[in-house]
């Protein structure tokens, strides 16, 4: 399975943004999604997560009520609909993929997109 992320870009501080991560290559029924963020010089955190069937999501206390995440199972793709930017949410976003259920944790993910920039100016 490959995941390849897009949608990063420069915003300002209260806009929005979607990201998109779509998979290819051998894909399976089951698949949990996650997107994970790192900021300049800080470690990888976990930002949120959704299970297969959608009916399970998680968030970061730092993104709840601002982000949300999808999925679209027909598309092989996972969302990220980001809103109220902030400048503390400037990071590489990282889209993870899983058939071990939807998780907080990085080591649960099998599979993981290449990132993408999301830059938010004040």
């Known amino acids: 399975v490959q995941l390849q992320a897009s949608g990063g870009g420069l915003v300002q501080a209260g806009g929005s943004l979607r990201l998109s991560c779509a998979a290819s290559?051998?894909?399976?029924?089951?698949?949990?999604w996650a997107w994970f963020r790192q900021a300049p010089g800080k470690e990888r955190e976990f930002v949120a997560a959704i299970s297969w069937s959608g009916g399970t999501t998680y968030y970061a206390d730092s993104v709840k009520g601002r982000f949300t995440i999808s999925r679209d199972n027909a598309k092989n793709t996972a969302y990220l609909q980001m809103n109220s930017l902030k400048p503390e949410d400037t990071a590489v976003y990282y889209c993870?993929?899983?058939?071990?259920?939807?998780?907080?944790?990085?080591?649960?993910?099998?599979?993981w997109g290449q990132g993408t920039l999301v830059t938010v100016s004040s």
């Open positions: 993870a993929a899983t058939l071990r259920g939807t998780s907080r944790y990085e080591r649960e993910y099998d599979y």
């Open positions: 290559g051998r894909t399976f029924s089951g698949l949990a």
